[in-house]
């Protein structure tokens, strides 16, 4: 059985104090439920939301690291770092990096395998652009990021592995892949781990879908079978609606 997630990417949001206060409102209206539930406050304030969330099942992930282990690189952080304050899972390659920050798969690999080794879980977020869906060449472009970025990884650290597969053209643009177009994707990359290692590596892989969700769309989106959960963007910043969008989970 796929393990199911909720994670919130808070991207550059939420001082100290107000990450206190969304920590406080989502501790009381998380519901109970199975499935992991994941926030990202900036790096700033990743130490005190482990200490606040010491004795709550959300787990505090970050949303970024560097591949070296120390050394001169100004302004980043390392998995030791990380792992120092007790975080234990990392979000790598977001659209945003991608975009902005010039990350590419080349650059993620190296990121990916440095959190492996230092036995961290791994977040990967990949996805097409409008213009690749509109060319048709989505689930090439989907492949290619999978191949260059991810499929170097030994099977035998697959567990460590989750995917987020999140379309760029959807991401707070309030525009949503149709669940029927997240399940399509989610199919293929199944199938693409399955041709690159074996049908029990694929079926083992938790995939999230991310772009947009919200509480009204996410039973949809989170009633296909081959969709695991959500990577939630607006959404997670509003205590009522992830705590929604994990119901719906
Ligand atoms: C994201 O940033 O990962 C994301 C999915 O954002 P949103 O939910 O706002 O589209």
Not at 123 to 129: A, Y
Not at 155 to 170: F, R, T
Request: include cysteine; charged fraction near 20%; proline fraction near 2%.
């Amino acid at each position: 059985m796929r393990k199911k997630i909720v994670a919130g990417n808070w991207k550059m949001n939420k001082n100290s104090s107000e990450t206190a206060d969304l920590l406080t409102q989502l501790m009381s209206k998380i519901p109970d439920t199975t499935a992991e539930v994941m926030v990202s406050p900036t790096f700033v304030n990743l130490a005190e939301a482990v200490k606040q969330l010491a004795d709550s099942s959300i787990e505090v992930v970050a949303q970024n690291m560097h591949f070296a282990e120390k050394g001169a690189y100004t302004g980043e952080i390392s998995s030791n770092m990380l792992q120092s304050i007790g975080i234990e899972t990392v979000i790598l390659g977001h659209s945003e990096r991608r975009a902005y920050f010039g990350e590419d798969d080349a650059l993620l690999a190296k990121k990916v395998d440095a959190a492996l080794k230092a036995n961290m879980r791994v977040i990967l977020c990949f996805g097409e652009e409008l213009q690749d869906r509109k060319g048709g060449d989505h689930f090439k472009v989907v492949e290619s990021q999978l191949k260059n970025g991810l499929f170097h990884v030994d099977k035998s650290q697959w567990g460590k592995i989750v995917l987020a597969y999140e379309p760029v053209w959807a991401i707070g643009t309030g525009e949503t892949a149709s669940p029927e177009q997240a399940q399509e994707m989610h199919a293929f990359i199944r199938e693409t781990i399955a041709a690159a290692y074996d049908q029990d590596t694929a079926q083992i892989v938790t995939i999230l879908y991310g772009g947009s969700v919200k509480p009204a769309n996410a039973n949809e989106i989170f009633s296909k079978p081959d969709v695991d959960g959500g990577l939630i963007g607006g959404a997670a910043l509003v205590a009522d609606d992830f705590a929604a969008i994990v119901a719906a989970i």
